[in-house]
């Protein structure tokens, strides 16, 4: 013979209820705050450097044409190999986030190029 505790099962429901409910208000945070990556753009994780080095992280955005352009010149000054880059990500009209690192800086280029 099985017996069933009805609160038990009532209290599971409960509280998958209010686990359900927390991840909704959570998520609608996230989606409302602007600085929230869009969940359809992939997380780009930063190994740590090696020893005695760090990370200079390089951001080209432009044109799809553009950002491969200055790819291919990097490689060309033998800076980078083309490989090293990741596959082009699609920027959602959200933008883009960047978390630098404690002590870190930014430093920032426009250049304009003929479209070809």
């Given amino acids: ?29 996230r989606l409302n705050s602007p600085f929230e990556a869009d ?4 997380t780009l994780l ?14 080209l955005i432009g044109s799809p044409a553009g950002v491969q352009e200055a790819i291919a010149r990097l490689h060309l000054l033998d800076y980078v190999e083309r490989h090293h880059w990741t596959p082009l990500i699609q920027i959602t009209p959200r933008g883009v986030h960047i978390t630098p690192a404690q002590g870190q800086v930014l430093s920032y280029l426009v250049q304009q190029r003929p479209i070809r």
Avoid: K, N
């Avoid at 069933?4 to 009532?10: A, E, G, I, N």
């Avoid at 969940?39 to 992939?42: E, S």
């Fill in 39 to 42: 969940p359809a753009i992939p």
């Fill in 1 to 29: 013979m099985t017996i069933q505790y009805p609160s038990w099962s009532l209290a599971q429901e409960a509280a998958q209820l209010a686990v359900r409910q927390q991840l909704a208000a959570d998520q609608a945070a």
């Fill in 46 to 59: 930063e190994p740590s450097p090696a020893p005695g080095c760090e990370h200079l992280r390089h951001l």
